[in-house]
């Protein structure tokens, strides 16, 4: 019956954290949303569970995962909910256009509904929605896409497994307290500064790309607009829209040389402008203090103890903060977070127990 029960308890945590959002929405008219979307996630639960034959009574409370994200939304913000939530429908929205290709079904409104609607309302809220409001949500749609949360987890779980491998087989080698320490600085120094490199060019040439792409199609908008109105109706008629009304559409839509190019970047080229919007060197100090903050945690020990001491400290307080980490993970897994714990912590330990060994090898041959 628990497994049965699993798929609907996805329902019935969108409609609890939908619920939490228009709790906490100051906005009547986008509170208002998010409450009918809640009843409208609870809606879909009640008919599964009535599909597979249980009583209403058998309706399973909000997971774990689901009131730890509220607990998350109370200190920074519910813009982190939101975005849990944009990826959920996303997968879900997904799963199931990929099923129906499968089964060659025709795509119907409401397997995206809810993309869509969230979509909306990070990109204003509608005419209803108050220049406040407005404001707030155009800088919720800059920092909600890259889900700030999901970036912090997996910047520390490079840092900690990374500089935790390190230390053990420096450990292994050398049971100096100073070689430790310098190895653990060392190592998180250069892979936090990698990291921020990296980070940096990865951001800053991806703009770059989109930018000369984009200074292209306004190229050839002005010099062929004829062409660039023939290639947008293509594009409405591969997605089934009737040829004539595919036309008129484009038609319509090259009247407005802005328009034109805004639709082809996001058409043709499948540009995102947002994407431009974020800050490369924002995106660089970040990457850095969220690797250091994960690197730091084995190295702690070693500030204070030495020997053997030091290293099974660094192994138990690595192993909690894995744990931490390959829980957090189910966040936007929606899994089970026990078992994505453990699975961290096997994986974390066995690639200090290897460097350990190695590192211990090494030693003794040099010794």
Known sequence: MKADLSSIRTEVDASFLYQVLAEGEKDAHVASIFK????????????FLKKKGFDVSFMPKPSTRARVLKAIGRIFGNDYILGVLMDTEK???????????????????SDTAHVEILRNILKGGGANVSGSTMARFEKRHKSVGGNALRAAVLGGNDGLVSNFSLIMGVAGASSG??????????????????MALGEWISVKSSQELYENQMALEMEELE?????????LALIYTSKGIPRADAEAMAKKAIENKEVAHSILVREELGINPEDLEGSAMEAAVTSFLLFAIGAIIPLVPFFFKEGFTAIWMSAVI????LFGIGAAITLFTGKNGWYSGFRQVGFGLAAAAITYGIGSLIGVSVG
């Open 91 to 109: 997968r879900l929205s997904g799963a199931i256009l990929k099923q129906r290709q499968s089964l060659s079904q025709d795509v119907g409104l």
């Open 318 to 321: 690595s192993a909690l903060g």
């Open 36 to 47: 009918e979307m809640s009843e409208i996630e609870f809606g879909h639960a009640e008919a």
């Open 177 to 194: 307290q100073k070689e430790v320490l310098l190895a653990g600085m060392a190592g998180l120094l250069a892979g936090a500064l990698s």
């Open 223 to 231: 010099a062929n607009p004829e062409g660039e109105q023939r290639e």
